[in-house]
């Protein structure tokens, strides 16, 4: 049932289970009622390019949110890696101020993150845990709407959280109430947060620990990506599918349940109560679900799953900054980088005693040995750094 809209069909398929109890009984034991099974094919057509138009809209919302959640996931890594390791780190005091400032500025990095996700989901506080200590001292319109130090969920009466479950629609909370309710303006806080990241690359070229201007383009590209973010999601979030779509195809949806025990009474007779269910749940099971994840940025769980990709951002973000900017001589110029494997396990220190035209024949023998055609199996992998070995001696 995990992710199933069959809860929130147990309302409309009971009425529809009344419903087609009452036409057959009235059939059976009062006058019949049944009439000719081909509009079944006429209304059929209708109903169903209704429902692929309702089920295509709806998932390619779906599938424009995850892409640029991606598109989020693969900008913090790019503009991460050009911060850590493409700004250079001063001396003395001044490099402990770079160093400080560039955890800063990945931090606000998985701040937009977050804060992306909290806008996306009608929650203009910063009080909450996930966010309040990446932006809480930055100077924001949300920081000076809420003196909260911590938002904590409400709480949710058994009646609520049942009738939301059922998929009751007047149960169902206005995801905008905190923004209405709200008395002071509330800003735009990831439009704010790329603001601070902004000025944080024009200090980095302007202090010249960011002087290649490639570096520089791909982080100022990279805030561009970002905004485009922004963008997108804003209008995967604002532009549902047009009331008078979907009350039409919702109408239409009715009507053909409302009339199938009509229709199916003189074929089936008591069996037209669990075919007409049947049916019921098939046709509004998929208008559901369109309904379902028109909006892939909520709590529900078909919607996209934001938290974990905000978690994973954070992780990607600790890995990046585990480890200082490595020197090429590190891990390089090691006795265990072996450079031709699975050819030879000599090492590069091995190599870099022979000359250019051995290692480049190695190469070309490499080639020869990873075709799939070869039989060179893994005792013979290492013949040319044995026999260059013997060569040297």
Known sequence: MHGSVLPKMILPLSFVAAWA????????????????????????????????????TAYERWADGRKYWSLLIQTSRNLARTIWINTSEREGELGKEDLLQKLTAMNLILAFAVALKHKLRFEPDIAYDDLAGLVGYLDTFAKDAHDRQRLQPQRK????????YLGVSFAESNPRKLIKRSKKPLGHLPLEILNHLSSYIDRCIANETLTISLHQAQAINGLAALNEVVTGTERVLDTPLPTAYSIAIAQIAWIYVMSLPFQLYNSLTWVTIPGSIVAA???LGLATIGSEIENPFGHDVNDLPLDTYCRQIALELDIITATPAPRVEDFTVRDDNLVLYPLSTDGYNDWKDRSVAEIRAALRTKVVANSPSSALGSDESTVVGSMSSKQTV
């Open 281 to 283: 749940y098939i046709i």
């Open 21 to 56: 109890t009452l036409i057959t009984l009235l059939s059976k034991f009062v006058h019949p009622l049944g009439i000719n099974n081909i509009l079944l094919t006429v209304t059929g057509f209708v109903v169903g390019l209704a429902l692929s138009f309702r089920s295509s």
């Open 157 to 164: 009466s058994l009646w609520k959280s049942t009738g939301e």
